[in-house]
């Protein structure tokens, strides 16, 4: 499949273990938050957003956290498994519907 | 079920000949994006359209043109393709709803350019 990035920040963890990727952004004035997975050979697939009024949201083994005093967006994922093995891309919208991707992290989870 | 696909999902052409990259979704979305992704710069904003007739200039719009004649198409054109074109291409979509705010993503082409 394609490469995303063969110089991306790689994070490497044991499978059941947590994950944390984090991510800082740029503009203070940014109101909405993304973190996409893209494997190999695929589009970005969302995971889970959130508002620049939350602090904190959780979905299935995932949970997002903002803090926007450092502007920092982390994303936790509970017991990794294989499958999570993936590229994971941070985005804010800086105004009407337009997203600014980050670089990327790159999530390989060992056996 | 609804979804976003692109065509072709590889492509090779040379240097100087004009290409279109097709894009086109069943959501019935407004908000239609291209991007493209390479090696150190992640996904960067090509042009993106609100709505029929509506087309805007993203961050890497120079030598691509896009056109929305309906909701479900957004096609991008490269005029005259460079080998700086080289790169894997990304459509997305997304509804204008208050709180819809999710771009959705297809599958992605990858252009080479020789």
């Known amino acids: 499949g394609e490469s995303v990035g063969l110089h991306l920040p790689t994070l490497s963890v044991q499978e059941g273990d947590n994950s944390i990727i984090n991510c800082a952004y740029s503009n203070s004035a940014s109101d909405y938050f993304i973190w996409y997975k893209q494997e190999s050979g695929k589009g970005p697939q969302f995971i889970i957003d959130i508002r620049s009024n939350m602090d904190k949201r959780q979905g299935q083994r995932v949970t997002v956290l903002l803090n926007k005093t450092v502007k920092h967006l982390s994303l936790q994922i509970a017991a990794t498994q294989p499958g999570d093995s993936a590229v994971y891309f941070c985005a804010e919208r800086e105004g009407a519907q337009k997203l600014v991707f980050g670089q990327g992290t790159r999530l390989t989870i060992n056996p | ?114």
């Not at chain 2, 999902?9 to 990259?21: A, C, F, N």
């Open chain 2, 1 to 114: 079920d609804a979804e976003i696909t692109q065509s072709p999902r590889h492509k090779i052409t040379e240097t100087g000949r004009q290409v279109t990259l097709a894009c086109h979704q069943t959501w019935n979305h407004n908000n239609m994006f291209w991007y493209r992704q390479d090696l150190g710069h992640g996904l960067r904003l090509i042009h993106y359209s609100y709505g029929v007739q509506d087309t805007n200039k993203g961050e890497v719009s120079d030598g691509y043109s896009v056109s929305r004649s309906n909701t479900e198409d957004l096609p991008l054109t490269l005029e005259s393709a460079a080998s700086s074109q080289t790169s894997v291409y990304f459509c997305a979509s997304s509804d204008n709803r208050e709180g819809a705010d999710t771009q959705y993503f297809g599958p992605g082409t990858r252009l080479t350019v020789l």
